[in-house]
């Protein structure tokens, strides 16, 4: 007998960007994704702006969703949301959404923790994506989160280290603030990264014990580099832009692997996967391909669409969890802090 398909809408409001996706079993049908400009001016995300252009998004980006999968609403079997980590505003008007649909619609609701989604998007049935074997080891890089997590299953993650101060991404955005460069930097350092000579400038690495991240020193390290030099030449910034860039993405991507490496070390693992909007990053995905040739590592690169912020991750753990019948009530709270 042939199985039935099993559709979810996937939706994720966690942060500033509005997405709504929906799956067909483990196949993407859509995945709509509005950001919010509206951060560029202020140099990072507001809040209150934030949750206010999620309740104005929302309705249109659902509906874009639901259309170019070509399927009614009426066909939907569950509804997958982000009930955290992330702002709580933000989150609010997601899980309301989400509630009042599948409530309307008589079908189950699923919460998803969006850092496990950053991680399952790699069960996205995808052509040329292979999906990573249990037990591997994942490397969520956002502007949240900066974690090494041991994957023993879908739903069994342990978290082998974190960031004890600022995420990766914010370690992008910060320097690109003192650097003049809008919000978020990181794509843009990333491009310049790619034009400059990464060893121009050297800052100093971090020392941090185990497989726990620091970026909160080398933000500093660079404000008081980029202090001393334009006192000397009020021009140096626009002069070296690309050096400056490359050497602050050389260091970055150097207290990553350095960790990775020493994941791998202790757990025994070499399969890869990295998740989180640092991983469209041009300098890992290089420093990953290249640890396959030189440690016989196997790597897992998102594709880039499911890298940033997107709801075809909260979709695909939506699936996973409708497999499982692992369904929420409907006095689930949204939750601005969530451990994996
Ligand atoms: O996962 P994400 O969309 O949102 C969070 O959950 O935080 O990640 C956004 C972060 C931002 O800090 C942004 O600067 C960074 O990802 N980012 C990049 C690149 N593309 C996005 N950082 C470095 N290189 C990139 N190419
Ligand atoms: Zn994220």
Redesign the pocket.
């Known amino acids: 007998m042939k199985k039935e398909n099993i559709y979810i809408l996937g939706i994720e409001s ?2 500033d ?1 509005t997405s709504a996706a929906v799956l067909c079993n483990d196949t993407i049908l859509s995945n709509v994704v509005a950001d919010q400009k509206i951060h560029t001016e202020y140099g990072g995300v507001v809040p209150e702006l934030a949750s206010r252009a999620h309740q104005q998004n929302i309705v249109p980006v659902v509906n874009q969703a639901i259309e170019r999968a070509d399927i009614s609403k009426d066909q939907l079997s569950a509804i997958a949301f982000t009930r955290g980590p992330g702002l709580m505003g933000s989150l609010l008007v997601g899980t309301s959404f989400a509630k009042s649909l599948a409530f309307g619609l008589d079908i189950p609701l699923i919460d998803v923790n ?1 850092m496990q989604a ?1 991680i399952l998007a790699h069960f996205i049935e995808e052509e040329d994506h292979q999906k990573p074997p249990f037990p591997f080891l994942a490397m969520t890089i ?4 900066t974690q090494i997590v041991q994957v023993n299953s879908h739903f069994e993650m342990e978290v082998l280290g974190e960031t004890i101060d600022d995420a990766v ?2 370690a ?2 910060k320097s690109g603030k003192i650097l003049g460069l809008g919000y ?4 843009e ?2 491009k310049r990264a790619q034009l400059g000579n990464p060893k121009a400038y050297k800052f100093t690495k971090p020392k941090v014990d185990g497989l726990n991240f620091s970026f909160s020193g080398l933000k500093t390290a660079i404000l008081y580099f980029v202090q001393r030099e334009t006192k000397a030449n009020p021009n140096f910034v626009e002069e070296h832009l690309n050096d400056i860039c490359a050497s602050i993405q050389y260091t970055i991507i150097g207290i990553l692997m350095d960790k990775l490496k020493l994941a791998v070390k202790q757990t025994g693992i070499k399969h890869i996967a990295i998740g ?3 991983s ?3 300098g890992i995905r290089k420093a990953l391909k290249d640890a396959e040739k030189k440690h016989d590592w196997t790597t897992y690169i998102p594709k880039f669409e499911y890298t ?2 997107n709801a075809a991750m909260i979709a695909i753990v939506g699936y996973l969890k409708y497999l499982e019948k692992d369904f929420s009530d409907f006095d689930v709270m949204a939750t601005a802090r969530l451990k994996i």
Do not use: M
Request: glycine share 22%.
């Open positions: 966690s942060c960007d969006h950053h956002s502007g949240g989160h991404g914010e992008y955005d978020p930097a990181g794509p350092i990333d989180g909007g640092v469209a990053n041009s940033t912020d």
